[in-house]
C-alpha cells in the first residue's frame, strides 16, 4: 500500500485520536457548563478557529483556489443536513447523555456511530460489506448492548445510555450528508457547521436559560471544540471520506474510544463496570477486523467530469492540463475541473470519490 493510500486511514486515525479525548474532556467541564451551552461552545470554537485559519492564509496570501475544490449552490441542501442532524440534534443529545453515564463507559459506547454510519451506507449509496466488515460491526454492536444494559431501569436498559446511541445515529446521518460533499474543500464546510450549529445551540441554550459560564471556562470549551469536536478532528474526517468512502471512515474512527477511555482514567475515579472490560476486548477486536480489511477486483469507471482535489500517481488521473490549469502544489495536489474516461481496471480500493460501483455482478470480488 502506497503513502497516498495510507493516507486516508491515517486521517481517519487522526480523527479518531482527537475525537476520543473530547468526551472525557467535555465531561470535565459539564459540571459548571449547561449541556445545551456546552454544545454551542465546542462548535463556536470549531468555526472560530477555522474561520482565523482562512482569514490568516487569505491574508499572507496562501489561499486555497486552485488547491480544493469550493462549494457550489448544489451543496446547500447537504451542508444545512451536515449542521442540522451532526451540528444541532447530536451534540444537544450527547451533553444531557454524558452528565448521567461514566465517561468511560460513554467513550465506548461512541463507538456505535460506525455501526450507524455503515447501516446508511449501505442503505443509501449501496457500500459494499463483506462478511469481515460485517463481523466488525456485529463485534461493536453487541458492545454497545453490553454497555447499555442496567437491569435497574425501564426496559433494562439506561436511558442516557441510549441517548448516546441516537447521538451516533444523528452522526451517522452527518457523515452520509458530508460524504456528499466531501470532494469539496473540508476547511469552509467545517467552518459554516461550526458557527452555524454554534449559533443556533447557543440561543436554544438561552431559550432553555442555562447560564453563560466564566470566560475561561468558555475559551477551554471552545479550544475542545477547535481540536477534537469539530474543527481539526472535522477536517480530518472529510479528507478520509473523501479517501475511503462512509463506512469505513466511520468504522476507523470507531477506535476513538480507546484515545477516551486511556484519557478517561487519568481524569475520573467513577468505575465503569464490571461489563466494561470484556466489551472493550470485543469492540477491540472489532477494530482490528475493520483496519485490515482490503479489496480488490475488476472494475468499471464510468466516463465523466467533476472538480475535487486530487494527484496524478493513483491510477485514475491522467488528464491533460490546458493552459490556466492551477498550479500542483508541494504535496502534487491541485484543483479543477477535469474528464474521467470510461475505463475498466483492476487494483486494491475502497469506496472513495472514483469507486461507487455495486458488488451485485459478475466479476465481483468479497470482502
Known sequence: MSFSERLPVIYALAA?????????????????????????????????????????????????????????????????????????????VLMVSLAHTPAATAALLLNFEAVATAIIAVMWYREPIGRRMGAALCLITFSCIILSWNPDQAFGFSIAALGILLTCTFWGLDNNFSKMISAKDPIPIVMIKGLGAGTVTFFIARAL???????????????????????LMSVFFLMALRGIG??????????????????????FTDDPGVLFYPSLLTM????????????????????????????HDDLHHDHEHPAGTPAIDRHGYH?????????????????????????????????
Open 16 to 92: 479518531a485520536a482527537l475525537f476520543g479525548i473530547t468526551a472525557p474532556f467535555s465531561k470535565l467541564l459539564l459540571g459548571g457548563v449547561g449541556p445545551v451551552t456546552m454544545a454551542s461552545l465546542l462548535f463556536l470554537g470549531s468555526g472560530t478557529g477555522l474561520l482565523i485559519y482562512l482569514m490568516a492564509g487569505s491574508l499572507s496570501g496562501n489561499g486555497r483556489d486552485g488547491v480544493e475544490a469550493s462549494l457550489s449552490r448544489s451543496d446547500l441542501p447537504w451542508l444545512v443536513g451536515v449542521v442540522v442532524s451532526g451540528g444541532v440534534l447530536a451534540p444537544i
Open 209 to 231: 436559560g442555562e447560564a453563560i459560564p466564566s470566560p475561561e471556562t468558555c475559551c477551554a470549551a471552545m479550544i475542545i471544540g477547535f481540536l477534537g469536536y469539530g474543527g
Open 246 to 267: 462512509s463506512a469505513r471512515t466511520g468504522a476507523l474512527v470507531s477506535t476513538s474510544p480507546f484515545f477516551g477511555v486511556l484519557v478517561s482514567f487519568f481524569l
Open 284 to 311: 477491540g477486536l472489532g477494530a482490528y477486523l475493520l483496519i485490515t480489511e482490503r479489496h480488490s477486483h475488476s472494475h468499471h469507471h464510468e466516463a465523466m467530469v467533476h472538480e475535487h482535489r486530487h494527484r
Open 335 to 367: 484543483s479543477h475541473p477535469h474528464a474521467h474516461h470510461d475505463l475498466w481496471h483492476d487494483h486494491p480500493h475502497s469506496p472513495d470519490t472514483h469507486h461507487q460501483h455495486r458488488h451485485d455482478g459478475a466479476g465481483s470480488a468479497k470482502y
